[in-house]
C-alpha cells in the first residue's frame, strides 16, 4: 500500500494554506497536526511532525499536517496568536469535509500544542465531538486566557530536559487542570526528541488505539 501523502491547498483566514493529507483507506479517524513555531523555523516538516503523522498513519487514520500562515507556500504572515488557530481550524474544516462520519484527534508540537489545545477548546465549545488532544511539549504558556476542552481524552508528553519549553510550566499546568489526563515525562530527552522519536511514537501509537 502506498504510503505517500498527497499535497493540497486550503482556503484559510489569512489565504491559502499549504497542507500534506494522507487519504486513508478504510480510516479509524481523523488526525490533524499542528506544527511548531513559525518565527523559529517551525514547518508541517518537522521531524517530530513527521514523526506524529507516521505514527497515526500506522495506526489507521487519515492524517492532515500543514503550514500555518507565512509559512512555506502558505499566504499571509505571522500572526502568533489567535490567527494559527484560525488557520488550523480551516484545515480542521477539510480534513472533515473528506470524511465527516469519522471521530477526530488533535496533535499538536511546542506552539502547535498551545494551537491544538485552543482549537479543542473551540471545537467542544460548539458542542461538536472530539476524541482526543495529544499535546507534546506543548507552549502552556500561551493557554492561559484560552478556553479548554474538558470531555477529550488527553495526553501531554513532556521531555525532561526541554531546553525550549520550561518542563517545570507543564508539569505545573498538568497539576492544575481539573479534568482526567495524563503526563508522561520522558527521561534524558530535549526539545526537538533527538534520538527519542522511537520512543515517542512508542508513547504515542497505544493512545491511538494501535498495538
Not at 502547535?112 to 507552549?139: H, K, S, T, W, Y
Not at 474538558?150 to 508528553?157: A, G, H, N, S, V
Not at 492544575?176 to 522519536?197: N, S, W
Request: contains cysteine; aromatic residues 6%.
Amino acid at each position: 500500500m502506498l504510503k505517500r501523502e498527497n499535497p493540497i491547498s486550503i482556503e484559510g483566514p489569512a489565504g491559502v494554506l499549504e497542507g500534506l493529507y494522507f487519504d486513508q483507506p478504510e480510516a479509524c479517524g481523523l488526525a490533524l497536526i499542528c506544527h511548531p513555531n513559525p518565527v523559529k523555523g517551525g514547518t508541517m516538516l518537522n521531524k517530530v511532525v513527521s514523526t506524529l503523522q507516521r505514527t497515526a498513519r500506522d495506526a489507521g487514520y487519515a492524517t492532515l499536517r500543514f503550514n500555518f500562515r507565512g509559512v512555506g507556500g502558505s499566504a499571509g504572515s505571522h500572526d502568533m496568536n489567535t490567527g494559527e488557530v484560525g488557520d488550523a481550524e480551516a484545515a480542521l474544516r477539510w480534513l472533515q469535509a473528506q470524511h465527516p462520519e469519522l471521530p477526530l484527534t488533535l496533535l499538536g508540537f511546542s506552539f502547535g500544542g498551545f494551537v491544538a489545545a485552543a482549537l479543542a477548546g473551540r471545537v467542544e465549545a460548539r458542542g461538536e465531538p472530539l476524541d482526543r488532544l495529544i499535546l507534546v511539549a506543548p507552549a502552556v504558556s500561551r493557554l492561559e486566557d484560552q478556553p479548554l476542552a474538558e470531555r477529550c481524552e488527553l495526553t501531554i508528553i513532556q521531555p525532561d530536559d526541554d531546553e525550549v519549553i520550561e518542563p517545570a510550566s507543564v508539569h505545573a499546568f498538568s497539576a492544575g487542570l481539573q479534568r482526567p489526563h495524563e503526563l508522561l515525562k520522558v527521561a534524558e530527552c530535549g526539545h526537538f526528541f533527538h534520538g527519542k522519536l522511537v520512543e515517542l511514537k512508542e508513547l504515542v501509537a497505544p493512545r491511538l488505539g494501535q498495538v
